[in-house]
């Protein structure tokens, strides 16, 4: 009986997948264990009753209350209104058409699009489909093969988990109890570094490629008119969002009001918004946050459970017992992060994980390696690198699942698992690169401190 009285914070996890398989919603999962196995506690006297309550005051206190937390729907809706305007599909054009004589030339303004969808809004799933929807079908018929064309449309929609501003970034910052500000900094520069990188990769495999199109003749215009009309304002809406963060003018809550703003009035100006879809947007808002904010509350209940059952000092005492040293525990904790992506979806891992390991790094002395007080955010970075590459990793990565249900009927999943195995091994060497070099991820914060 006290064995199985110390095991059961880690009985809750095995649970916890089976019945996210089951189909049910994760909110109502997540919430559901959590209430069960603090039921299971009472009857072994190791959880009171009156600790139910606890975890209401919890919720409002900690989800309901938080302003940090507002910037979600904002930017939802901001990424909602470019991709249901069409102005993410002008953006496209623009990019291919700037991009027309650089090897794989279509490839790339396929990953640039990733990149700059990825600094509007942070929202994966629409990103991977919109750019899924678009990409697709110019890219084989642009002679590009399916697996290379697969990889590079994932790896593309995937970006917007780690450049800002990214929800995840959002969520990570409050619950580590670190400035979103600060994050956002630190996870900038990884960000476009592994976007630079994919481009590297696309311009070698395509090098000597001839039987790619570069550019369709009906996309052939004038250069000034597409830097005018499809690019620049994109590249405006980002600098309101992300140069009015960095500049210390806004918070993150604020400038994600700004953006969603400034997408509105763009999609007026350009005269893409009719009533219909404007009410397209508000309802995939709400429906998008309200999923948010329903797996944060049932989170909330499974980690206090989690918690009170004992679950932190196991792990701890569970990584104090390596003796290899804080790089060992970092590595076990990166391990078990990219394990979990497997099965699991990245809001379910940030809520669970990282209030659980936060207090494993906060004791962590990495010889002036990396600061002290830059450990949690340099972490944070390392973590969303991880989980980008979760989103790809087969067999359950959310994000080829995603593009399959948009994708010709020619493209097998076995197209997409092939196609994604290069991206996955150049976000690997990201993340060492960031873990033997956190310079990457921390100077921007310390020049503009």
Not at 33 to 48: K, Q, R, Y
Not at 53 to 63: P, T
Not at 265 to 281: H, R, S
């Amino acid at each position: 009986m006290a064995n199985l009285i110390e095991l059961l914070p880690l009985l809750m996890f095995p649970v916890l997948g089976f019945f996210l398989f089951s189909g049910y919603p994760v909110a109502f999962v997540l919430g559901g264990v959590g209430l069960f196995f603090g039921l299971v506690g009472m009857e072994l006297d190791i959880f009171n009753f009156k600790e139910f309550f606890l975890i209401n005051s919890r919720i409002f206190g900690g989800v309901v209350e938080n302003i940090v937390l507002i910037a979600i729907p904002m930017f939802v809706f901001m990424g909602l209104i470019l991709e249901r305007s069409g102005i993410a599909k002008e953006l496209l054009q623009s990019l291919q058409i700037m991009t027309r004589r650089a090897p794989g030339g279509l490839a790339m303004s396929v990953t640039l699009l990733g990149t700059i969808m990825a600094a509007t809004t942070g929202i994966i799933g629409a990103s991977v489909v919109m750019i899924s929807l678009m990409a697709y079908p110019a890219m084989l018929a642009a002679n590009y093969d399916k697996k290379f064309t697969s990889g590079t449309i994932a790896a593309a929609g995937t970006l917007g988990i780690l450049i800002p501003p990214s929800i995840m970034l959002v969520i990570m910052g409050d619950l580590l109890s670190i400035s979103v500000t600060d994050l956002f900094m630190t996870a900038l520069v990884p960000g476009l570094m592994l976007a630079v990188f994919y481009m590297i990769y696309i311009v070698f495999k395509n090098y000597n490629n001839k039987a790619v199109i570069t550019v369709p003749t009906d996309l052939e215009t004038d250069l000034s008119i597409v830097i005018f009309q499809g690019f620049l304002p994109a590249i405006l809406l980002i600098m309101m969002v992300l140069g009015s963060i960095f500049a210390g003018l806004t918070t993150p809550t604020e400038a994600a009001g700004i953006g969603a703003f400034g997408a509105l009035v763009l999609t007026v100006l350009k005269k893409k918004i009719t009533w219909n879809k404007l009410w397209e947007m508000c309802d995939g808002t709400i429906k998008t946050s309200g999923m948010i904010f329903g797996i944060f509350v049932g989170a909330t209940a499974f980690s206090y459970v989690f918690r009170s059952l004992g679950g932190d000092d196991l792990i701890i005492n569970f990584m104090n017992g390596f003796s290899g040293g804080p790089w060992v525990i970092i590595t076990v904790l990166m391990v078990i992060t990219f394990l979990l992506g497997f099965f699991f979806d990245w809001i379910e891992i940030t809520l669970i994980i990282l209030p659980i390991f936060a207090p494993i790094l906060n004791g962590l002395d990495l010889g002036g390696h990396v600061e002290t007080a830059q450990i949690l955010p340099w972490f944070a970075v390392l973590v969303a690198i991880n989980l980008q590459t979760s989103f790809l990793t087969p067999p359950f990565g959310f994000a080829l699942f995603y593009m399959k249900g948009v994708a010709p009927k020619s493209i097998k999943m076995n197209d997409i698992y092939k196609g994604v195995i290069p991206y996955i091994i150049i976000q690997i060497s990201g993340l060492i690169l960031v873990m033997i070099f956190p310079a990457i991820a921390l100077w921007l914060p310390r020049i503009l401190d």
